[in-house]
């Protein structure tokens, strides 16, 4: 396991290896994972919070969105795939298997969790839903689910989609761990970390479970527990479980 070194911006631009930008504001599964990835893969990392509307980060990363990865010289990357492929680079064999067909269908349970319309695009909408019709007391504040229904294509007519879809994934994770400890065969792997952080968000998180949280977005982050949480199979709950040691608790933001 390698130790994750959090690090002010220029520290950052300054050094080489693999360079982290993350969420410092929730536990984004996205930033989580991508955390979890070079952890497990025993590669050193520097990680710096992503400050909103900072001109000089985004000259750095090129992106709006947070995870970015750096590594040397190459240029940034920013979806889960590209992030995954650098990691499983660095430590070959380590997050994916080697034989084909094992790896493919690794990555497509993997684009299941993170990618559009997966486990986390769903558990969000269902946020920005409730942030939209409550009254401030479920989902993100009215500001926040406004842009974010912007950003993420949120309509009405996709909420009841999105719900089913994500009971779906979930159902079908836990038909693939059946009876193992970890996806992984010598121990986790990729799936078995994205796995882990995307269930995080459909537990409540309290503040020993995750400090540095605003209240505001911990009450927001409940409705993907209140969606989903009971679609959690026990053999999924155990593998959550099992892998907190191996991600590190309490999170880190």
């Known amino acids: 396991m390698s130790t994750l070194e959090y690090v002010e911006l220029a520290a950052a631009r300054a050094a080489r290896g693999v360079r982290l930008v993350v969420s410092g504001l929730v536990p984004s599964p996205w930033s989580q994972a991508a955390k979890g990835l070079f952890r497990v893969a025993g590669v050193p990392t520097l990680a710096v919070r992503a400050a909103r509307e900072d001109p000089e980060l985004r000259a750095w990363t090129s992106s709006h969105n947070v995870p970015v990865v750096l590594h040397d010289d190459e240029p940034p990357r920013t979806s889960w795939s590209d992030i995954v492929m650098l990691a499983d680079g660095l430590a070959p064999g380590v997050l994916l298997a080697p034989e084909i067909d094992r790896r493919m269908r690794t990555i497509a349970l993997l684009h299941e969790l993170a990618g559009e319309r997966g486990l986390g695009w769903n558990a969000r909408l269902l946020m920005i839903e409730a942030g939209l019709q409550g009254d401030g007391q479920r989902g993100f504040p009215r500001p926040v689910a406004q842009y974010l229904a912007g950003k993420y294509g949120h309509a009405a007519e996709r909420v009841a989609v999105a719900r089913a879809r994500g009971r779906a994934q979930l159902a079908a994770l836990e038909r693939e761990l059946g009876a193992r400890e970890f996806f992984g065969d010598a121990g986790p792997d990729a799936l078995d970390v994205y796995t882990a952080c995307f269930l995080t968000i459909l537990e409540p998180l309290t503040e020993a479970d995750c400090p540095r949280?605003?209240?505001?977005?911990?009450?927001?982050?409940?409705?993907?527990?209140?969606?989903?949480?009971?679609?959690?199979?026990?053999?999924?709950?155990?593998?959550?479980?099992?892998?907190?040691?191996?991600?590190?608790?309490?999170?880190?933001?």
Not at 217 to 239: D, I, Q, T
């Open 213 to 253: 949280m605003a209240p505001a977005l911990r009450r927001a982050f409940l409705v993907a527990h209140e969606e989903f949480g009971e679609a959690v199979g026990p053999s999924l709950a155990a593998h959550r479980r099992r892998m907190l040691p191996v991600l590190g608790w309490p999170i880190a933001l």
